[in-house]
């Protein structure tokens, strides 16, 4: 499935969803769903889980992360949207399970994730992978759970694109790849490297010695490829053995009850 046909599914899905839950959406032949806080609860999210996040101030600053289509809703000027009002957030998937109360106490989900139970999960980390000898990268990924690296996708169309020049400025970046195997395409002002959110991970991973994982829907076999693409790049087994790709499917079979019926019903995320 593409993102687009996946967009597709997610606005069905979320009109219907719409139907109990104040929403908005923005123009387009595929729009999106935007929901909005209600006395206390959001369409966007388990109320379990968006309760633990307004509990969490760092959790709750996610919540307020600007909305970059905003100039597609009807009426932008009358309020502030949210990234994670949409939809099609794959931060508020992330949250929306990870954020559910004691779920790191499960043993299924945290044997799948191959980490220990009881841990607090850090959204928007920034590992600081050193550039050259002064510069760190300031970029965030996802989610830091334990010594776990995670980037989530959704209905994102990729991982992003950079200069080749940028990367190949991270420190021992030639070490870890070979650069011959890595996907790169022209661009105007030289070399373009695809996939740049997983190399980006990759090297966090082996800098600061931690794991690495992908979440990505099993339906987009096309992430999944841009996956093993990178993976076949990188040099080391020892580094390879920390590295992982991981569906929503399989995260919703391992998650609890209510969880696994609210993924299946919002996503058409089936365990």
């Not at 206390?40 to 968006?50: I, M």
């Not at 600007?66 to 000027?77: G, I, L």
């Not at 499917?249 to 365990?271: D, S, T, W």
């Amino acid at each position: 499935m593409s993102a687009g046909a996946l967009r597709v599914e997610l606005s069905l899905r979320n009109w219907q969803r719409g139907k109990t839950h104040p929403h908005e959406a923005t123009y387009g032949s595929v729009p999106s769903v935007l929901f909005h806080e209600h006395e206390g609860r959001h369409g966007n999210f388990l109320d379990a889980s968006y309760t633990a996040i307004a509990a969490v101030p760092e959790w709750a600053a996610r919540l307020r992360k600007s909305y970059s289509a905003d100039s597609r809703v009807p009426r932008r000027w009358d309020r502030k949207r949210n990234e994670l009002d949409c939809a099609n957030s794959s931060d508020a998937l992330l949250m929306n399970i990870f954020c559910y109360p004691e779920i790191m106490s499960h043993p299924p989900l945290c044997a799948l994730l191959g980490v220990e139970r009881s841990l607090t999960p850090v959204f928007g980390y920034k590992p600081r992978v050193p550039i050259g000898d002064r510069l760190v990268d300031r970029t965030e990924v996802d989610m830091l759970l334990g010594s776990l690296l995670v980037e989530a996708k959704l209905t994102e169309s990729g991982f992003q694109t950079a200069p080749l020049e940028r990367v190949l400025r991270y420190r021992g970046f030639e070490e870890l790849f070979d650069v011959d195997e890595l996907p790169l395409k022209d661009g105007p002002r030289g070399p373009v490297i695809q996939s740049y959110q997983l190399i980006r991970g990759v090297v966090a991973a082996s800098f600061a010695e931690r794991s690495f994982a992908v979440l990505c829907d099993a339906r987009r076999a096309d992430l999944i490829e841009k996956w093993f693409q990178i993976m076949r790049a990188v040099r080391s087994c020892e580094l390879r053995s920390r590295l992982a790709i991981l569906t929503w499917q399989e995260v919703a079979g391992a998650a609890p009850q209510v969880v696994r019926r609210f993924l299946g019903e919002k996503y058409g995320i089936f365990g």
